[in-house]
């Protein structure tokens, strides 16, 4: 071995071989387990291969085991199905037996059948010929009924007609009834009031009988009872606005053949006064208008559809050329109030004899019209300014009494005025929702509200007073005992048609209020005021201003100038006490404090 330097070199070339060996190894070693990861990954693809081809074995087993089974269960059905055919053909024997017997069979039963057969045709054949002649004397029947009917309507209208007749002739007031349907403050009750009450508030006790006729169940200490009451025309809870105002239209045809008309609604609060005079769309609580075919709205009331009549049968007259003037007023705490004004609230209206004998206001505003919209939209403007409270009752309690006036003048046509025709027809229609009468225990009014109820009430009673006297034949009529009474003067006196509508209500709760509400009409259609007075047509010429016709003054009348009586207009009048508290007037009145 060689020693110094060589020895060195030798070793480390040793080392350097060492190394190289040691690479190589590690290289094989790297190589070596790569190739065991590969035969580890070839070991797992062959063992998920062998999983998959067991589990498509076992689910081939399972196939041939259910094929197996189903071939089994195919053996036995039809082992079943062959007994059953067995059995089939067995009983099919049986009936082939009983079939080939039942022909003998059959006749056998059938013989008294057969003979209870024959004496049946014979009998339908009988009582055929009977059917056949009751159906021609049912038809014959039905006929005489259908002709029966026909001239039950006739002699009805013709009745009705000759009904009216008498009542022109007498002057009786007309005088229908109107029961509203049951509403939700029928069943309310105050605290104080007791539970059968409360149990009861809502049971009905107004049954229409007929067209006239209506029926009040009154029972009193258990024992029933009840009530019938006649009247011109009795409107049930179905009845429409159209319905109603059908019966009132013939009314207004005598507006142009000179006769003043009025229109009233009277009833405690809450009946439906004002709808049936207003109707829903022209009140506060009213709901979007629903418009018919011909144009009237399903809900209008009385004065919206005589409006749309008047102008409708002025459209017609050709002979005369009509003007239409329209106020609006309101009897709040016994004055009277200008609606249409601009200081209605703040300004006195007294009212006056006119030359004509009429009863008018001081100093009203007037409206010319020419179509039911100018109308309705003055009659809405009016009640924007009507007094208004809420009550238990309802939340729109009118406190006051609405009185719409139109003013109808006619004048000739020109055709006619050359002619030599030259008379002025000067007529009024008045249509009036009187405020309600009040029980202060069911409305629960206080303050302002109680004094305003205190003056309904006692122009209410002021008004059954002088329907009381016209009834009496008095020769004193205290018309000045109210502004109310005062101002529908002429209309109650007989110098107008007069139509008073008793609204009630059906509920028990207010049998009080109904019994005494027709108790007022009976009595006042009873009133005779003699034949109603035609208006006059005046002579004179013809002068215009504001497509207003002039009439001249009337002779022989009151001789009165309109001077004297404004210079007595700052002056009371004179009136005479109302009546005691609760104390009850002829009509069954009874006045609040």
Do not use: W
Request: aromatic share 4%; with cysteine; hydrophobic share 35%.
């Amino acid at each position: 071995m060689p020693l110094g330097p060589n020895f060195n070199e030798f070793m480390n070339a040793r080392v350097r071989n060492v190394d190289v060996i040691l690479r190589r190894k590690d290289e094989r070693i790297t190589e070596l387990e790569t190739e065991n990861a590969l035969m580890h990954l070839k070991m797992a693809k062959l063992e998920g291969h062998l999983q998959d081809e067991r589990l498509q074995r076992n689910m081939r087993e399972e196939e041939i085991l259910k094929e197996l089974n189903r071939s089994l269960e195919l053996n036995e059905r039809g082992a079943r199905c062959l007994q059953d055919a067995q059995d089939v053909k067995a009983c099919l024997g049986n009936l082939r037996e009983e079939v080939c017997s039942l022909p003998a069979l059959m006749l056998q039963r059938m013989e008294p059948t057969l003979h209870l057969a024959q004496m049946l045709d014979q009998n339908f054949k009988r009582k055929d010929g009977l059917l056949e002649d009751l159906r021609e004397n049912l038809q014959s029947y039905k006929v005489q009924l259908e002709e029966t009917q026909q001239r039950y309507m006739k002699e009805r209208q013709r009745r009705r007609v000759l009904h009216n007749t008498l009542v022109e002739l007498r002057g009786n007031i007309r005088v229908y009834c109107r029961a509203r349907p049951v509403l939700a403050l029928d069943g309310f009750t105050s605290e104080a009031a007791s539970i059968r009450r409360s149990n009861l508030g809502t049971e009905e006790v107004v049954r229409p009988l007929d067209e006239e006729t209506l029926v009040i169940k009154c029972d009193r200490g258990g024992t029933p009872a009840s009530k019938s009451f006649e009247f011109e025309r009795v409107f049930g809870p179905s009845d429409s606005q159209h319905d109603v105002f059908t019966d009132i239209k013939p009314l207004l045809t005598s507006l142009l053949d000179g006769y003043n008309v009025c229109m009233m609604a009277y009833g405690q609060t809450g009946s439906g006064k004002t709808y049936t005079m207003l109707g829903e769309e022209y009140t506060p609580s009213g709901t979007s208008p629903v418009t018919t075919a011909t144009g009237e709205h399903t809900h209008d009331g009385i004065i919206p559809r005589a409006g749309r009549e008047l102008f409708r049968l002025i459209r017609e007259k050709s002979a005369l050329t009509f003007t239409v003037e329209v106020s609006v007023v309101e009897v709040y705490n016994n004055e009277v109030r200008d609606l249409l004004g601009i200081n209605g609230s703040d300004m006195r209206h007294d009212i006056y004899t006119a030359v004509d004998g009429s009863m008018e206001v001081t100093s009203v505003s007037t409206r010319l019209i020419h179509s039911v919209e100018d109308l309705v939209s003055f009659v809405q403007h009016g009640l924007t300014h009507r007094h208004e409270d809420v009550t238990l009752v309802h939340d729109h309690s009118s406190r006051s009494h609405l009185v719409v006036t139109l003013t109808i003048t006619g004048t000739p046509t020109p055709a006619r005025l050359g002619q030599g025709v030259e008379k002025i027809v000067k007529t009024k229609l008045q249509l009036v929702d009187l405020a309600g009468s009040e029980c202060v225990g069911v409305s629960g009014v206080k303050g302002s509200a109680l004094r305003e109820t205190s003056f309904i009430n006692r122009s209410l009673s002021a008004l059954a007073d002088v329907l009381g006297a016209l009834a009496e034949g008095r020769p004193h009529i205290p018309y000045r005992n109210s502004r109310l009474t005062h101002l529908l003067q002429d209309s109650i006196g007989g110098d107008a048609k007069l139509l008073v509508i008793c609204c009630i209500s059906p509920s028990r709760r207010f049998l009080s209020e109904t019994l005494q509400c027709l108790g007022f009409g009976a009595r006042a259609r009873q009133i005779q005021r003699g034949p109603v007075k035609r208006r006059p047509a005046f002579g004179g010429n013809l002068e215009s201003s504001g497509g207003v016709s002039h009439v001249p003054l009337l002779r022989g009348r009151r001789s009165q100038s309109l001077t004297s009586i404004h210079s007595r207009s700052d002056s009371p009048e004179p009136t005479t006490p109302a009546r005691p508290v609760h104390q009850r007037n002829r009509f069954g009145y009874k006045a609040a404090s």
